[in-house]
Nanobody, 120 residues
Framework: QVQLVESGGGLVQAGGSLRLSCAASGSIFAINAMGWHRQAPGKQRELVAA???????NYADSVKGRFTISRDIAKNTVTLQMNSLKPEDTAVYYCAAEKLVSGRYEYAYWGQGTQVTVSS
């Protein structure tokens, strides 16, 4: 099992910045990618950014150039620096860790979620 504990989030005005952090513990050897997902009211959960164990990153088109994911393998942490925030970034943000399940990688571990609210 892997436990993920998030910190950060909160209320910020449009154009501002926030930083989310996530610390992993437990069976961390099983983790491949770590990422941040978000879910806004009435919408499906979506992948915001992820970084593989090899250092490859991918971002949702809506956050490219504004958000930066950073993973510290040694410390088992992943952070999401969010700049130039927009009201449409308002959502609950979840840290997640990927593992191999039945021959395919999937996000199997999730944090409790942290609210990010961007006011206009």
């Amino acid at each position: 099992q892997v436990q993920l504990v998030e910190s950060g989030g909160g209320l910020v005005q449009a154009g501002g910045s926030l930083r989310l952090s996530c610390a992993a513990s437990g069976s961390i050897f099983a983790i491949n990618a770590m990422g941040w997902h978000r879910q806004a009211p009435g919408k499906q959960r979506e992948l915001v950014a992820a970084e593989s164990i090899g250092g490859s990153t991918n971002y949702a088109d809506s956050v490219k150039g504004r958000f930066t994911i950073s993973r510290d393998i040694a410390k088992n942490t992943v952070t999401l620096q969010m700049n130039s925030l927009k009201p449409e970034d308002t959502a609950v943000y979840y840290c997640a860790a990927e593992k191999l399940v039945s021959g395919r990688y999937e996000y199997a571990y999730w944090g409790q979620g942290t609210q990010v609210t961007v006011s206009s």
